[in-house]
């Protein structure tokens, strides 16, 4: 099988780091890296341009990282809760997503991607959840959610 070297231009979960050069299959880099310009060929004309990019990357990286620790800071002290109507044993008609996280903080001026909250399943009952978010690739902070009984207007 066919392999070339790449330089990477992203992090790549799961092969490699901004500016590292990582060996990849050929197609794969061909048919993702390339196109989504995660990754350019490791030619020396390459290396040397990046080079001089990895100075700026690293200042970059370090405000990102700063950011991603502030805005940790402001989510750890959050309790975000969630009034749903419920049925029999306390579960939810519908579920809590990441999306309707996302959402929520949105309403707080907080702006997260829905796919960096780690919510494994989407929450079905009533009660207290920690969920991680993946603010930066080293800061994950957590966020509280209180899933609650809707009042309704019979009670």
């Known amino acids: 099988m066919a392999t070339v070297e790449v330089l990477l231009r992203e992090d ?5 780091r901004r500016g590292q050069i990582v060996r990849v299959k050929a197609g794969y880099a061909r048919n993702y890296l390339l196109p989504r310009g995660l990754a350019v060929l490791a030619t020396a004309t390459n290396v040397r341009a990046i080079e001089q990019e990895k100075q700026l990357l690293e200042r970059r990286e370090t ?29 939810l008609f519908g579920s809590v997503t990441a999306m309707d996280i996302a959402a929520a903080l949105a309403e ?30 080293d800061v994950t902070a ?5 899933v609650v009984r809707e009042e ?3 009670e």
């Open 142 to 146: 957590e966020i509280r959610i209180q």
């Open 63 to 91: 405000r990102e990282r700063a950011h991603a620790e502030a805005l940790a800071e402001r989510l750890k002290e959050l309790v975000l809760t969630f009034p749903r109507k419920v049925g029999d044993q306390d579960m």
């Open 108 to 137: 707080r001026g907080i702006e997260v991607d829905r796919r960096k909250i780690l919510i494994e399943h989407p929450i079905k009952y009533l009660g207290e959840y920690t969920i991680p978010v993946k603010l930066h690739r």
């Open 152 to 154: 309704s207007e019979h």
């Open 12 to 16: 790549v979960e799961h092969l490699g």
